[in-house]
């Protein structure tokens, strides 16, 4: 069974910056072969998709985060990590990993319990 577990969430100041990490187990060693992505859902909105790394490392952003956000992986790890930069309050959301597009189950799509990110002063 799949399990993803996100880590590294917390009150940041405008500006500051954090460092999201995604441990996924139970994929019977397809991780790599995944593109991942780190979405978040604000309080009253959708959940989106904010960046996304293929297979092989390549990444894309959403325009709000470009320049600020980095996306990695480790495929040895099974890890995948958001360096987030100049933080703003807009960016506070529950900070989610999953494949793309979601793991699916049988009610539907899997998501871990997500991390909450805060920027405030």
């Known amino acids: 069974q799949v399990r993803l577990v996100e880590t590294g969430g917390g009150l940041v100041q405008p500006g500051g910056s954090l460092r999201l990490s995604c441990a996924a187990s139970g994929t019977r060693n397809i991780f790599s072969f995944w593109p991942m992505a780190w979405y978040r859902q604000a309080p009253g909105k959708q959940r989106e998709l904010v960046a996304e790394v293929s297979s092989t490392g390549d990444s894309e952003y959403v325009d709000s985060v470009k320049g600020r956000f980095t996306i990695s992986r480790d495929n040895a790890k099974n890890t995948v990590t958001l360096q987030m930069n100049s933080l703003k309050p807009e960016d506070t959301a529950v900070y989610y990993c999953?494949?793309?597009?979601?793991?699916?189950?049988?009610?539907?799509?899997?998501w871990g319990q997500g991390t909450q990110v805060t920027v405030s002063s």
């Open positions: 999953n494949k793309v597009p979601p793991i699916s189950s049988e009610t539907g799509a899997y």
